[in-house]
């Protein structure tokens, strides 16, 4: 299987003139909206794994470049977003006994 490789952008869901959301969102769902409706890339398990990987992988290019243009506040942030993204999709896979 090969890795997808998005540009810096889109991991931290930069959008350009033209599109509908915020430059650089600030809430997980601007985020999701930025990835799924803007970007068109569905966030599946192995998309969010792939990700996950490269933005915690500090040594990377592209986890530095991102942190150079957005601070490493935004790359945790992101991580974040990721992360809940992977936890939605599990909760909706595998809903918890304790849930009505």
């Given at each position: 299987m090969t890795t997808q490789r998005l540009p810096?952008?889109?991991?931290?869901?930069?959008?350009g003139a033209g599109m509908n959301s915020p430059v650089i969102p600030q809430t997980f769902?601007?985020?999701r909206h930025c990835i799924e409706v803007e970007c068109r890339i569905p966030l599946?398990?192995?998309f969010i794994q792939q990700?996950?990987?490269?933005?915690?992988?500090?040594?990377c290019q592209d986890t530095r470049r991102f942190s150079?243009?957005?601070?490493q506040a935004h790359l945790d942030r992101v991580t974040s977003w990721f992360e809940q993204?992977?936890?939605?999709?599990?909760?909706?896979?595998?809903?918890?006994?304790?849930q009505p």
């Amino acid at each position: 299987m090969t890795t997808q490789r998005l540009p810096v952008t889109v991991l931290s869901g930069f959008l350009g003139a033209g599109m509908n959301s915020p430059v650089i969102p600030q809430t997980f769902a601007q985020w999701r909206h930025c990835i799924e409706v803007e970007c068109r890339i569905p966030l599946e398990p192995v998309f969010i794994q792939q990700r996950l990987a490269q933005l915690r992988d500090l040594t990377c290019q592209d986890t530095r470049r991102f942190s150079g243009l957005y601070g490493q506040a935004h790359l945790d942030r992101v991580t974040s977003w990721f992360e809940q993204a992977e936890g939605v999709l599990e909760d909706s896979v595998h809903p918890s006994i304790n849930q009505p």
